[in-house]
């Protein structure tokens, strides 16, 4: 069984080499030992990727992915979404001053894209400010 030495490198198969990669191609390999069943995996934009997405499902766990700019159109497509929303937030909460503000958060959520976006198994999305 193969296991990366550290974040950046893979065991070649058969051989003492590694070979360096990034932390894409590397997410996968180092799930493949942990029983994420019934999980919730959250990844940061990097990692927000189709075939990390259809492989989690497919290990029956849940994914809470951040979409940037290196998924354009996916980003384009939400952000066109909830920059013509006119309606008031999900839920909000106003936090007490602290260091010296008032800190509002609000969050929208929709289902609306689920079938639209090119993405695998999307079950909800959501805006934060």
């Given amino acids: 069984m193969l296991h990366p030495k550290k974040v950046g490198t893979l065991p070649v198969e058969g051989s003492d080499e590694e070979k360096q990669t990034n932390e894409i191609k590397i997410a996968i ?56 929303l006119n309606q008031k937030p999900d839920h909000k909460t106003i936090d007490g001053i602290d260091h010296g503000r008032i800190e509002t958060r609000k969050i929208w959520l929709t289902t609306e894209l689920n079938e639209y976006l090119d993405f695998p198994y999307v079950g909800q999305i959501f805006m934060i400010e």
């Fill in 29 to 84: 390999p180092l799930l493949n030992n942990i029983d994420i069943q019934g999980k919730t995996i959250t990844a940061d934009a990097l990692l927000t990727q189709r075939e990390l997405a259809s492989y989690l499902v497919e290990r029956k766990a849940h994914y809470h992915f951040t979409v940037k700019g290196n998924q354009k159109l996916l980003l384009e497509d939400i952000a066109y979404y909830f920059g013509n």
